[in-house]
């Protein structure tokens, strides 16, 4: 057994390799080769709050288990199992990996929905999250040459513009306005854009909340997009704030397509001017098969700590 540090993940996970880890999976899903269970969470009086996920992509099998609370920065592990025999085969700090999956799974998305003559970027928030998003999209989508990040606080979009070779504009309208993609990254409670900014065509990338009474997108763009695609419906019934303030009946859920759905060409984009909305809650099966890769990669080139039961 390995116990594996966030430089060994760093070192081993190439955005390149977990845009396509992301392709896999969500085609596995589709298959019914990888199983997803929903994110649960305990919350205790304190606010502490440990939160916990799992699934397998047919060759592993593991769980997520992290702790968050106000005043204190989150921790994250993930457990690595062998489907075949439940073997335990690594431990993994899991705050990287979380991060990378999370972009790539977004990257991904954009490549099924997004129009391919996509060039202009906007992005809304400038922190952990954000930066995987651009690389991902980067990745993702070659034809980008021009990406605009807007946050509240000027010194952090314009550090995040420096670290990232972006630019950075003064107000989220500048950013959203003339963009092909939209990606907001935040930890807002209410909408950080507003809909008359986006143009028909758009796609939006809308990864920042999963709680159930946060959101970063208006309901009005919600349902005015032609296209909603979720990582996963019944996460999204439970945490998926965008959507669960956005609908206003049972019904509305039927417009909401999985993602393994268009990976397997069940739906797509069917015009040009169609505005498509991906909802990213993080899915521990997008963590599972990061974490086979990694722990593989790591056997490889002997890197890790030797864990003796």
């Not at 999976?25 to 649960?40: C, K, M, P, T, Y």
């Not at 859920?253 to 397509?257: D, G, K, L």
């Not at 909305?277 to 963590?287: T, Y």
């Given at each position: 057994m390995l116990f594996l540090t966030e430089s060994n993940v760093i070192d081993l996970l190439s955005m390149h390799d977990c845009l396509a880890l992301m392709r896999t999976?969500?085609?596995?899903?589709?298959?019914?080769?990888?199983?997803?269970?929903?994110?649960?969470r305990l919350t205790l009086p304190t606010k502490s709050t440990l939160h916990y996920m799992a699934g397998s992509d047919g060759?592993?099998?593991g769980a997520k288990v992290y702790s968050t609370n106000p005043g204190h920065n989150p921790q994250f592990l993930f457990l690595l199992y062998r489907a075949e025999?439940?073997?335990?085969?690594?431990?993994?700090e899991a705050?990287?990996?979380g991060q990378i999956r999370t972009g790539a799974a977004s990257g991904y998305a954009t490549q099924l929905l997004a129009r391919s003559d996509s060039q202009t970027v906007a992005v809304i928030g400038s922190g952990f999250q954000a930066r995987t998003q651009v690389a991902a999209i980067r990745a993702a989508m070659p034809g980008v040459n021009r990406i605009?990040?807007?946050?509240?606080?000027?010194e952090k979009r314009e550090a995040f513009a420096r670290e990232c070779g972006v630019e950075a504009v003064e107000t989220p309208e500048e950013a959203v306005r003339g963009a092909d993609i939209v990606v907001t990254a935040t930890n807002a409670g209410e909408p950080v854009i507003e809909t008359g900014w986006v143009d028909a065509g758009t796609h939006i990338n809308a990864m920042g909340s999963n709680q159930a009474r946060r959101r970063e997108l208006p309901g009005e763009l919600v349902r005015r997009a032609d296209l909603i695609v979720a990582d996963n419906i019944e996460q999204s019934r439970r945490e998926s704030g965008d959507l669960l303030l956005a609908f206003t009946s049972e019904s509305e859920?039927?417009?909401?397509?999985e993602l393994k759905d268009v990976a397997a060409g069940r739906f797509a984009r069917n015009r040009p001017t169609d505005i498509t909305?991906?909802?990213?809650?993080?899915?521990?099966?997008?963590?599972v098969i990061a974490a086979g890769w990694v722990y593989e990669r790591a056997k490889e080139s002997g890197v890790g700590r030797p864990i003796y039961s």
């Open positions: 999976v969500f085609e596995r899903l589709a298959s019914g080769e990888a199983i997803n269970q929903a994110r649960r060759r592993y099998f025999d439940a073997e335990l085969l690594a431990v993994i705050n990287h990996l605009r990040v807007w946050s509240r606080l000027a859920w039927e417009r909401v397509v909305l991906f909802k990213s809650n993080g899915l521990a099966v997008e963590d």
